[in-house]
């Protein structure tokens, strides 16, 4: 069974940086899309950044250039590297996967198996 499991969300002011882990477990496929989500009070649900089995990432252009997603294969974790926050970033972030494309797309629907969140808050 697969599981998705989030940490180092918390409270941080207006030009901080947090670090958003997600470690991976309970699949076997050499192939993946993962990627992370973002959901704020009263909004859609938003795509945030994913990463591709040969290590290409795309990120939204709402974070383009502060955000930086990564994947420790070693250690089955998904990361998230935040900068520069905003107060507009706040909201849950969770990491979602597709264990059988070796391809992405920023679609929800792509990512069958998700976690269940870290809040993010940003103050200003």
């Known amino acids: 069974q697969v599981q998705l499991v989030e940490s180092g969300g918390g409270s941080v002011q207006a030009g901080g940086s947090l670090r958003l882990s997600c470690v991976v477990s309970?699949?076997?496929?050499?192939?993946?899309?993962m990627g992370w989500f973002r959901q704020a009070p009263g909004k859609e649900r938003e795509w945030v950044a994913y990463?591709?089995?040969?290590?290409?990432?795309n990120d939204a252009d709402s974070v383009k250039g502060r955000f930086t997603i990564s994947k420790d294969n070693a250690k089955n974790t998904l990361y998230l590297q935040m900068s520069r926050l905003k107060p507009e970033d706040t909201a849950v972030y969770s990491c979602?996967?597709?264990?059988?494309?070796?391809?992405?797309?920023?679609?929800?629907?792509?990512?069958?198996?998700w976690g269940q969140g870290t809040q993010v808050t940003v103050s200003s």
């Open positions: 990463i591709v089995t040969d290590g290409r990432t």
């Open positions: 309970g699949y076997t496929s050499s192939r993946y899309c």
């Open positions: 979602e996967a597709n264990l059988r494309a070796g391809f992405c797309v920023t679609g929800r629907s792509f990512y069958p198996d």
